[in-house]
């Protein structure tokens, strides 16, 4: 009845899968290896802490600073490092210095952590106003209104003297709107 030809009909077509199958793999690991091997270089930067430094900068000198308690503000300049790139030098925030009457250096963000505005010292006044929401702040930082937008007082970061005259602070900006200091990373 059948031929010796069609006793197996499913033979040729079963190996000609199977080399078709057996390339489509291999074509595809010697494809995802150098596209996953590329996708690495390009999202390394990402993945890398910033290599800009810890974060201290030198602000001011002691003497450009006086005794009198009343918080003068600096701007910080420092590199800041993005994925791809390093901007040397750039103005990055600014804080508030405060000498006290016994010498006590303290540094405060001068970024609202209502909304991230600018604050100024209002020396009339004796506090910090953020023109943004009408928020207020203490000489210490605190809150100094009731009913005040702002979720907590300025944020205070580390302050020290170095070398008998050199303000170094350990700058960093956080997320705002929170109750907690959440470092910016």
């Known amino acids: 009845m059948y031929s010796s030809s069609t006793d197996n009909p499913g033979s040729p077509p079963r190996r000609s899968f199977l080399k078709k199958l057996f390339a489509g793999v291999l074509g595809g690991i010697i494809t995802i290896v150098p596209g996953l091997a590329g996708l690495m270089v390009l999202f390394d930067p990402l993945k890398r802490k910033s290599a800009a ?5 030198l602000v001011a000198r002691l003497s450009a600073l006086p005794a009198d308690g009343v918080p003068r503000r600096f701007s910080v300049i420092m590199d800041k490092v993005d994925a791809w790139n390093t901007y040397q030098n750039i103005p990055v925030g ?13 540094a405060l963000n001068a970024a609202c952590p209502h909304a991230g505005c600018s ?67």
């Open 94 to 106: 600014g804080v508030f210095l405060r000498r006290s009457e016994d010498g006590r250096i303290t």
């Open 53 to 57: 430094g810890d974060g201290e900068v």
């Open 119 to 185: 604050v100024a010292f209002a020396s009339d006044k004796d506090e910090f106003l953020c023109p943004c929401h009408d928020s207020a702040f203490a000489v210490d930082g605190e809150i100094a209104k009731a009913g005040s937008p702002s979720p907590r007082g300025l944020d205070s970061l580390d302050v020290e003297v170095r070398n008998e005259n050199e303000i170094w602070v350990r700058f960093q900006n956080f997320q705002v709107g929170h109750k907690e200091k959440i470092p910016v990373t």
